[in-house]
């Protein structure tokens, strides 16, 4: 019986999380947890660190958004030493920035969240994986996955020095430039980045839209919240991935609340929990009321669905098509959908190819003035981006010397934190009924949190991450009914 | 024959260690024709219990990732140990602590009170701390232990060999991963990359004057870097001549100054006080009020010198015992 439920879940998540589910006398769900249960304690060990070297330590937060981690900081101590970078440095950043969104975005689709419609919701678990979404749409398209995200990756490397946290980033601008040949290559790229999206998006498509059931479960009610939603936006409210204002919709789409990431502690508060190490974030307008969605509760979703729900479109032509087309089918905007976030997802993977091909084509992008050196004293700082995986906000005061006094981060996965709690739970309400644990449970659950693409390396930020998914499903007495995990006991 | 088994594991880990796994790209396929992986939570499904079941040293090599900061990646540590006739270090953060070992500058204490406490985002007037246990509706929740330090993974159990780098190149992966399956080893304890200095590979070495006097330090930001000259000529720390070569000079090739991800070499036990006594012997002064004022203009020396290795250092951790 373990065998059978232990599959894959945690395998396609990246870092470790625990659930733990909690029945009541009638043997439904009473409660659902989602635990963290690691801390590293880099806003504590950031304190007396020299801020322009923020930008090489905080990547190390996550290594596989390592580019987002480092972005933030970057920016925040631009601010930080009150220097605004050259255009061309602006540039390069984003190139290198969009290129990290599109094959961190082609990692969920293809390798972790994916899978589940591609192979089948009912596949067994053992194909569903990037080896089951090969042996359904073929080798050669399998190879096209790996291939595309290694060139998309050496574009990283060659600006960053290295893909897994890379050093380009330094307080007014970069640390080197593109000759002609890289940006030969980067245009070919970007160009083939563009038809990977497209078919990305024709596969979706053609394997899920197609069919009724998965458009069933994806507009169904175990999938739904109705929350607030944050993200980037752009002067036009388009949605953005390096730079721009955040913004806040309400449940019903209205425009909240819009500030530069200099304010966000006007707007956003985290609550302590004694069962996890990870924070709950909420709107401090609204207040925390625990664990609920609604108008009244101050609980907020970002990431791929929550951006384009938080933002009046796409600032490139086909993403703005692809955009105008899910919210059609979905019955307007916002979409409430947590599945819906792997559709978002593949209208952002067309945008920051789109992206890429016009940051490679503007002519100022090959420029040599790359930095500006700063001249004022530094004193606080606040750099903002949006992660894969969500709004990331990296806030550091330091001294006049720039050593770092305060450092408080608030990363993507930790502002999803309340959601996702809310999510598991009613995908386990959905189908925990009189006690019987349906089969289907895991998957479901699992699904639940896999939209979220949540990383809990990065959650764990303030302590370590070892543990992996572990589910625990426990009787009104607290006796241990079943307890469904990938490798620990 | 059957194949030899191998386990990939993380501790304290970014993630950046596993990607560098994946990131082998079509290398990882004759891995994984060559080996029988038994154990690898990031790609594959196996559990304590199926590790458990092994018979003692069966898996032929453990790659272990992540430093060691919980009571459960200690006990994790010690059953792969049991388990397996080789154990590397894989990675900055098992071979040195990494850094996140730059929080044994502090210890739990600090890190709770900061993340918890006083940071401004934090809505807590009561105080609310994770705890060990918290009885909720229908029964009790856990975390594990949280030790005052992060460990490196040769303090907490027995290592074979080491493999550097936050997080180790492709090519030495490889290499590595040959080497074992030929049976072509080093000594035990050796670190599988070249001795020499990463000064000894670095392009920029040529720029470098045969006696470097430094007036002035600069930090990064301070200065425009000469993508062609060596960083400590230009008075720009870099710890190339306390770190080990093999990276491929990475971080150089981005125009940025070394931060030692690869440790040291095997003449030095200490990195930061290699670093340190290399420096002092190119500051162009003998006077040491003048000294002084030199040194002043780097205000982080230890966590510039120890970024990747505080753990594994003279230094360790605030508090002596665990
Ligand atoms: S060595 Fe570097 S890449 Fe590996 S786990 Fe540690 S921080 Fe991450
Ligand atoms: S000090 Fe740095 S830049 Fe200079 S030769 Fe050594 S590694 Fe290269
Ligand atoms: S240059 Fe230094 S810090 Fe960068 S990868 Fe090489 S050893 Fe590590």
Known sequence: ??????????????????????????????????????????????????????????????????????????????????????????????????????????????????????????????????????????????????????????????????????????????????????????????????????????????????????????????????????????????????????????????EFAKFPARDYLKHVAEHVETWSFVKFPYLKAVGWKGFVDGEKSGIYRVAPLARLNASDGMATPKAQAEHDRMYETLGGKPAHNTLAYHWARLVELLYAAERMVELVKDPDIMGTDIRTLPTQKPSEGVGVVEAPRGTLIHHFKSDERGVITQANLIVATVNNAPAICMSVERAAKGLIKNGNVSDGLLNMVEMAFRAYDPCFACASHALPGRTPLVVEIRGADGTLIRRLSQFVD | MAKPKVAFYWNASCGGCEEAVVDLAEDILKVVEAVDIVLWPVAMDFKKSDVEALKDGEIAVSFINGGVRTSEQEEWAKLLRRKSGLVVAFGSCAHLGGVPGLANLTDRKGVFEAAYGYLPSVDNPDGVMPQRKTRVPGGELGLPEFYDAVYALDQVIDVDYYLPGCAPPPDLIMEAVTAILTGKLPPKGSVLAPAKSLCDSCKRNESKPEKLEIAKLKRPHETFMDPEKCFLAEGVICTGPATRSGCGERCINANMPCRGCFGPTDEVRDQGAKFLSALASIIATDDPAEMEKVAESIPDTTGLFYMYSLPASLLTRKKAAK
């Open chain 1, 1 to 254: 019986m373990t065998k059978r439920v232990t599959i894959d879940p945690i395998t396609r998540l990246e870092g470790h999380g625990k659930i733990e589910i909690f029945l009541d006398d009638k043997g439904d769900v009473a409660q659902a947890y989602i635990q963290v249960p690691e801390l590293r304690g880099f806003e504590k060990f950031s304190e007396g660190r020299m801020a322009e070297e923020m930008p090489r330590i905080t990547p190390k937060i996550c290594g596989v958004c390592p580019t987002a981690h480092h972005m933030a900081s970057t920016k925040a101590v631009d601010d930080l030493y009150k220097v605004e970078p050259p255009r061309t440095a602006r540039l390069i950043r984003e190139l290198v920035y969009n290129a990290f969104m599109l094959e961190d975005h082609a990692l969920h689709f293809y390798f972790l969240g994916g899978p589940d419609f591609v192979v089948g919701l009912e596949a067994p678990k053992a194909e569903r994986n990037i080896l089951g979404v090969i042996g359904k749409v073929g080798l050669e398209t399998g190879g096209k996955v790996i291939d595309m995200r290694k060139r998309v990756r050496n574009i990283i490397t060659t600006l960053g020095g290295r893909v897994i946290h890379p050093v380009l980033g330094l307080p007014g601008g970069v640390s080197r430039g593109l000759t002609p040949e890289n940006r030969e290559e980067f245009a070919k790229t970007a160009k083939d980045a563009v038809e990977f999206a497209r078919f990305s998006l024709d596969l979706f498509g053609s394997v899920v839209l197609k069919n009724k059931t998965y458009v069933d479960t994806i507009v169904g009610d175990v999938y739904k919240h109705r929350t607030y939603y944050m993200g980037l936006v752009d002067e036009a409210n388009k949605v953005s991935f390096y730079d721009g204002d955040i913004r806040v919709v309400n449940p019903s789409g209205k």
